[in-house]
């Protein structure tokens, strides 16, 4: 049960408060909202493979020797940019690259960052475990 509330207080910390931070920041448009949802649902997944997988690959040792895709909490990298935005007053209106418009919705593609981290981490690459 150790296991699970672990990855229960990661999807939080390291899923949905950065999402949270980004939605906070002007990523509220429709396409937007469903990156961001993206992210979060990627993270839930990666925490979920780990706890199924964790036992085989350890092989038996009890030790994982590499992360399949990359770990949840890599997401802190997302947190300093937004961070950094906010600071240089890059946010609402003024966020890096603008804003498009797709049928009436409208999307920031820096919330492509997000779209990438997720799907980094439901990946299959091999990140060795330092």
Not at 98 to 123: A, E
Request: hydrophobic share 50%; charged share 10%; net charge positive.
């Amino acid at each position: 049960m150790g296991r699970e509330l672990d990855s229960l207080a990661d999807v939080i910390s390291f899923g949905v408060a950065p999402a949270m931070i980004g939605y906070g920041l002007g990523m509220q448009g429709l396409y937007d909202r469903i990156v961001l949802v993206f992210f979060v649902a990627c993270g839930v997944s990666r925490l979920a493979r780990y706890n199924i997988t964790a036992d085989a690959l350890s092989a038996g040792s009890g030790k994982v020797k590499y992360f399949e895709g990359t770990p949840i909490p890599t997401s802190f990298v997302l947190v300093c940019v937004l961070c950094f935005a906010a600071v240089i007053g890059a946010i609402g209106e003024h966020l890096w690259f603008g804003k498009l418009s797709f049928s009436g919705h409208s999307f920031h593609p820096l919330t492509l960052l997000f779209g990438l981290s997720g799907s980094l981490m439901i990946s299959r690459i091999h990140i060795p475990k330092l």
